[in-house]
């Protein structure tokens, strides 16, 4: 294993920033692995820690056949601050791929990251969502032309992960790494785990195997691991939403995997001044829960379920 600075920028005030990355293998660019661009995303980072001690004992046992590098961390800075952005002006570093050297501090960062790594056959991102709550572990998919890439799908599959979901990009998604990637003919795939801001060990363990298993099955390591799943493909715009008509405190019956009925009460809503019961959440359909927000309260028209339906 070899570590390496892959971008620095002196620090006025702290010490210099620095992205490291560590590299497995050959200096092949056969597969990279990113895991926090955010500051709350402990679950990404931790995550890349373990599988970095993984591929450590692969080598040692000279399993590692091509060249992998894992980059655990974009963003220390905001780590260590405890802020999901940037702290000085509050940008996001996954909002700004592929970069500009001579752009704002978050647009060089991810310049510099990008150069470094945009040239790799295989790119995998741990992600995150935008909203609070727990996911079903899953890989996504960008589509980048009026069509799914049918190809990458079916790549993706070898994760052995649930549920494979084709993304249709909104505009702000084209200046993610995932989508940048693609642009650049890497074959990118997002992975989701069960949290974000808290760890959660038997999740990350299982998106190791993903990652490593997909590693193997790519030729890139030797590795008998679990098979997984035979993953479900769907597409985002099939993902039902479920909302709160009302704003309380909110009580769930349902966690995420769960499967639900159509008319099932998910959850209730509690008045936050007297306690009683003003609401009840229904399914609108039948199938698995893919998402489930975990804030104890919510206003009203707050997504608090997406459901993945039978097809």
């Not at 709350?40 to 992998?68: D, F, M, P, T, W």
């Not at 790119?123 to 049918?150: C, E, T, W």
């Not at 084209?174 to 997002?190: E, I, K, R």
């Not at 306690?275 to 309260?297: C, M, P, Q, W, Y």
Request: charged share 20%.
């Amino acid at each position: 294993m070899e570590k390496k600075i892959l971008f620095e920028m002196t620090g006025l005030y702290r010490d210099d920033f620095r992205i490291v990355g560590y590299q497995f293998g050959t200096n092949e660019k056969s597969a990279c692995i990113v895991g926090s661009t955010r500051g709350n995303e402990n679950q990404q980072l931790y995550v890349c820690a373990k599988l970095i001690e993984r591929l450590k004992s692969l080598e040692k046992q000279g399993l590692i056949k091509k060249g992998i590098l894992v980059v655990p961390s974009v963003n220390t800075y905001s780590l260590n601050t405890k802020k999901r952005f940037w702290g000085i002006d509050n940008t996001d570093i996954n909002r700004m791929f592929p970069g500009y050297d001579q752009g704002e501090t978050t647009q060089r960062i991810a310049a510099g990251l990008f150069d470094n790594i945009k040239d790799y056959q295989y790119g995998m991102q741990l992600a995150s969502f935008y909203m609070p709550g727990n996911f079903l572990p899953h890989v996504r998919v960008m589509n980048i032309a009026d069509k799914p890439n049918q190809e990458l799908l079916n790549l993706a599959a070898d994760f052995g992960m649930p549920y494979v979901i084709a993304h249709q990009p909104r505009p702000y998604d084209t200046a993610t790494l995932n989508y940048n990637w693609q642009v650049w003919d890497t074959l990118s795939f997002s992975i989701y785990t069960t949290t974000t801001d808290e760890v959660d060990h038997k999740s990350a363990m299982k998106a190791i195997d993903a990652i490593l298993s997909f590693l193997s099955k790519q030729g890139i390591i030797s590795y008998k691991g679990h098979e997984g799943y035979i993953s479900k493909q769907i597409s985002s715009q099939d993902i039902v939403t479920i909302r709160s008509k009302k704003a309380g405190f909110y009580h769930s019956f349902v966690k995420v995997g769960d499967r639900v009925y159509k008319n099932q009460v998910l959850a209730e809503v509690i008045d936050a001044f007297e306690g009683h019961v003003i609401g009840r959440v229904v399914s609108s359909d039948e199938g698995t829960i893919l998402f489930a927000r975990n804030e104890s309260k919510m206003y009203a028209n707050t997504a608090v379920f997406k459901i993945a339906p039978d097809l």
